[in-house]
């Protein structure tokens, strides 16, 4: 084998540009400018697996291979996050000076004083995810790893803090529905999605237009009881990018997903292989991406006099949707596939959902323990 298996990730046909005026990175050859999802595996550590002793025997086309393979393991997002982590670390490095052969592996007390140095500036998740950046830059060049904890957050500031996401409801979908024309391609399309993504409680990036469900995944399926359920088949998800099943029902309202995406096929009639919330944009047929999306809804939000909520405000009403509508909380936890305790969160910050469980039954007072207690050890 003389080929990589694979293309390498991340071929545009634009141009990256430059760093922001507030970082100084010095020009090096082995970080070249490139997109922050491309630094990861682009830019190189002087001590990379093809200097090791005993990497002579394997080709160089395979060692290069390795380190593309590797590249998969991250989602494009995290990718970005990571790269951006990345450029903040080497711009630290070269403010002191410190020697490329230093920077990987990198030691203890170096990640330590990068990590005190960026300390105030930047929120603690932040850091995080930077800290994870090096991590992932040194596994994905088969460089060792010097475990190190980011414990800075009791001291980012104020401003770094991330403001509150609060969650969509069915009243705020109803008056941004309003603000739509339900008879134009791009607002037909949008109000499918925003309706399709907040009854099956998904993620804007579940509607990635780069692996895109199709018209052709979706389904419908029905219970022995008669009840009718709409189904779309997710080719790839972040947390499973073998794929998955994500579904929502008819409701009774005017925010019905099933009637809103009935019209948006009859307005866009996009083809069964496309996006699908693909819409008619100058004779052809456009995919919906997030961007356009958010940009379309905060006008809305405008036009309506209402501040705009983050686009993941809408997974997050829906799971107090179903919590508040009476759902059981296992049932909520997996129609909203939360594999992390981030779904506990709900439980304790809204009052109205344990109101239920904090009265004098005692079956729903042991019901509440069991869901919001971790288990002894």
Not at 211 to 233: A, F
Not at 270 to 283: D, I
Not at 332 to 350: P, T
Not at 352 to 362: D, F, G, H, S, V
């Amino acid at each position: 084998m003389t080929e990589p298996k694979l293309k390498a990730r991340g071929s545009r046909s634009s141009r990256p540009r430059p760093y922001p005026s507030r970082l100084s990175l010095r020009p090096s050859p082995l970080r070249p400018l490139c997109f922050a999802g491309e630094r990861l595996y682009k830019w190189r550590p002087t001590s990379a697996r093809s200097d090791r002793e005993g990497s002579a025997v394997v080709p160089e086309a395979d060692l290069m291979n390795i380190t593309n393979i590797l590249s998969y393991s991250w989602a494009d997002g995290t990718l970005e996050t990571y790269g951006s982590g990345l450029l903040i670390y080497h711009c630290f490095c070269d403010s002191r000076n410190i020697a490329e052969i230093h920077r990987a592996p990198a030691s203890q007390d170096l990640l330590a004083a990068f990590l005190a140095a960026a300390a105030g500036n930047y929120a603690g998740k932040t850091l995080e995810g930077y800290l994870s950046g090096v991590r992932a830059w040194h596994t994905i060049h088969g460089v060792h790893w010097a475990p190190v904890k980011a414990e800075s957050v009791a001291l980012q500031p104020k401003s770094a803090a991330k403001k509150k996401r609060c969650p969509y409801t069915v009243e705020i979908i109803t008056t941004l529905l309003s603000q739509l024309d339900f008879n134009v391609p791009l607002d037909a399309a949008v109000a499918s999605c925003l309706t399709t993504g907040f009854y099956s409680s998904a993620r804007l990036g579940d509607f990635d237009s780069a692996i895109h469900v199709k018209p052709s995944n979706v389904r419908e399926e029905t219970d022995p009881q008669g009840l009718k359920m709409t189904v779309l088949g997710l080719p790839w998800t972040k947390s499973k990018p073998s794929g998955e099943d994500i579904f929502y029902a008819t409701q009774d309202n005017v925010t019905d997903p099933c009637r809103i995406f009935a019209n948006h096929l009859r307005v866009n009639g996009p083809p069964p292989n496309s996006h699908l919330f693909s819409y008619v944009h100058k004779s052809a047929h456009r995919p919906l991406t997030k961007s356009a999306f958010i940009a379309r809804i905060h006008k809305a939000f405008k036009t309506a006099k209402l501040d705009p909520l983050q686009g993941h405000g809408i997974r997050i009403g829906a799971t107090l949707f179903y919590l508040l509508r009476g759902t059981p909380f296992d049932v909520v936890k997996s129609i909203g596939r939360w594999a992390s305790d981030a779904f506990l969160l709900y439980l304790r910050k809204h009052a109205q959902i344990m109101a239920p469980y904090m009265q004098a039954n005692p079956h729903l007072h042991t019901e509440f323990v069991r869901i919001s207690m971790p288990p002894a050890r």
